[in-house]
């Protein structure tokens, strides 16, 4: 009766619980909703949708979302360091 008992143990071990979603099964699972980049709120398929359009026209980001002086410094920033480049001794 021992080997049985130790077969059925060892069964009982390999075998998932039934609570247990396969991984297959996940692997096929569509997803319908997400999370925003922006806030990490819940979002429905269509709003994602519409949120990584938005976010990936440049065109509508490009304005507002830099202060004006502070893209100016950037860009004398930018300048100074080709300069530094061509003229090392620049301060």
């Known amino acids: 009766m021992y080997p049985i008992c130790w077969g059925a143990s ?8 039934e609570t247990e979603v396969p991984e297959e099964v996940l692997r096929t699972e569509i997803h319908v909703d997400g999370r925003s980049p922006v806030d990490g709120r819940l979002l429905s398929a269509g709003e994602y949708a519409a949120l990584q359009e938005f976010l990936a026209d440049d065109r509508r980001l490009g304005e507002w979302v830099v202060d004006p002086e502070l893209r100016h410094l950037v860009e004398l920033l930018r300048l100074r360091r ?7 001794f620049l301060p």
């Open 82 to 88: 080709t300069l530094r480049q061509v003229v090392p």
């Open 10 to 17: 060892i069964w009982l071990a390999l075998v998932p619980p």
